[in-house]
């Protein structure tokens, strides 16, 4: 780039001696030897700019890879709080639109950041060298232009901005769209979805042309400073042409480095144009690296501690998801689990279920109180190890596009296809897996969307089995599984998960009617512990439960 800016400032003074020295004098010679010089200079200059070029794209685009993998690495980091504060959508933005605008713009940068500064000063110092009072002009037309652009790009900016934020609300808009075409469809919502998106789609183009507008008349407005300028030098120069105060050549020289000021000038307002763009990306790249992980083991006690029973024990545990609510999700929870138990886990959707489990592999981190495992807070393992020694069946569960095998090795990537297709037995999946044309290397479709939903969940639970884990949980994974095949899983649990902790969230009473204890939770708090006959006994919600069920099944019987 100092090449290039160098033989921007000298191939003027190059022009204005084949000029002077050579056409005026009628010097062959002279205008030859000018003319090598200037090819000479321009070849040089050309190796500088492809050289300028490739660096530049070459910085640029390692830039961007190194910035997306640790926005990348950063978002895996993740708690499932940090999660719920950002969408899936915005996430997917700032990973590859906004990490791209910046990487544009570094580009830009590294071109034209020492070239505009080193034209605009190498052409100003040449200008008054040259001639100081024609060099007065500038002092006219340079501020003016100065507000110009600071009213552009103050214009400018905050449309940008709006802009970017226009991208990112399309963007969630079709992520949850289109993931989820299979619901729009089902619910004839093509028509609604086609609306939504156009709506977001008309916002984006109308802030887009609005940021454009600026841009469109930034070109013109500055084109007219640039040929009124130069109208004013070469009427001031010409004049001073004629009355043979200065040389033709000079005066060429001289509109050349005006233009080159001018031109550097407006390369900066382009710059800071595009600046605008990359600095509301960044802010949005910024948030998700300085978003404070808020739950990780920095501080855990004993980080080499694995899970070796698989006692649970929860001690006072308040727990809500928005720090500021007034209703706890989780209300002064009390229990205790002895190794090898089955517990169910029973109570009316959304009284806290799922949320009371995700404290136990510290998915959250409790508000007071304490979840303690073997006797230890959760928080005094190592994540790793806690998650090693706590299998978990989400409610909402996913499988990943790959082959079935693909998929439960997540459990153990170490699994031999012996242990695959022992885990895969107890949870009941084996048979129907072998009824697939490709067995265990059937291709499961994204989230394993050509399997039925039971047979999904027996997936998921042959994946956590090959966990081995101390601690089971299955969140509602068997609602979709008929009860005869729901039975014999639990038959598979009790023989072959003998010293698991077994802790079994579900729906139905008969899913947990023979568990050793059964938790009743209602609206955040514990109700009732105890087995299925006593609990009948003397539970309210565990006996309106049972009834309704037991309705049912006469009204069908
Ligand atoms: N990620 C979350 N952010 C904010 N609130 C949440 C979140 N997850 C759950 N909640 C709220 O916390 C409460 C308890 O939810 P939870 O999922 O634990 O219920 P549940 O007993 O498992 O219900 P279900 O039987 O329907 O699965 C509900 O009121 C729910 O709206
Ligand atoms: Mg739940």
Known sequence: MIVEVVGEVVMPKFLAGIIDNGVQTRDIGQIILMTVLMILTALLMM??????????????????????????????EFSFANIDRFSTGSLVTR?????????????????????????????????ILLR???????????????????????KGFPLFNKMQEKIDALNSNVRESVTNARVIKSFVRED??????????????????NAMKVMIFLQPVMMFFMYTTTLLVVWFGGNTVIAGNM????????????????????????????????????????EVLDEKIDLNDDNAANKELQVSEGRVEFRHVDFRYYKNSEDKVLDDITFTIEPGQTVGIIGSTGCGKSTLVS?????????????????????????????????????????????????????????????IQNAAAHAQADGFVKSFNKGYDYDLGQGGTNVSGGQKQRLCIARALLKKPKILILDDSTSAVDTATEARIREAFRTELKDSTKIIIAQRISSVMDAD?????????????????????????????????????????
Not at 59 to 74: E, G, M
Not at 96 to 125: C, K, S, W, Y
Not at 192 to 209: I, P, R, W, Y
């Open 95 to 127: 990973l590859t639109n906004d990490v791209t605008q910046l990487q544009n713009f570094t580009n830009m940068l590294l071109r034209m950041a020492l070239r505009a500064p080193g034209m605009l000063i190498g052409g100003l110092i040449m200008a």
């Open 47 to 76: 190796a500088g700019g492809v050289g300028g070029s490739y660096f530049g794209a070459k910085a640029s685009v390692n830039f961007a890879a190194d910035l997306r993998r640790d926005v990348y690495s950063k978002v895996q």
């Open 132 to 154: 100081p009072s024609l060099a007065l002009v500038l002092l006219v037309m340079l501020p003016l232009l100065l507000i110009c652009m600071t009213l552009f790009i103050r």
């Open 192 to 209: 609604f979805e086609k609306k939504k998106f156009a709506h977001s789609n008309a916002n984006l183009k109308q802030a887009g042309m």
């Open 247 to 286: 040389q033709l050549g000079d005066l060429t020289a001289f509109i050349t480095y005006i233009t080159q000021i001018l031109i550097s000038l407006m390369m900066v307002s382009m710059l800071f144009v595009m600046s605008s763009r990359a600095m509301a990306s960044s802010r949005r790249i910024r």
């Open 517 to 557: 204890e059964i938790i009743v939770m209602n609206e955040g708090r514990i109700t009732g512990i105890g087995h299925h006959e006593e609990l009948l006994k003397s539970n309210k919600e565990y006996q309106e439960i049972y009834y309704s069920q037991m309705d049912k099944k006469e009204a069908t019987a």
């Open 359 to 419: 404290m136990i592999p510290r998915l959250y981190d409790v508000d007071a109180g304490e979840v303690l495992v073997d006797g230890v807070n959760v928080k005094d393992y190592s994540l790793f190890h806690l998650r090693e020694g706590v299998g978990m069946v989400l409610q909402k569960n996913v499988l990943f596009a790959g082959s079935v095998k693909e998929n439960l090795l997540w459990g153990d990537e170490n699994a031999t296809d012996e242990m």
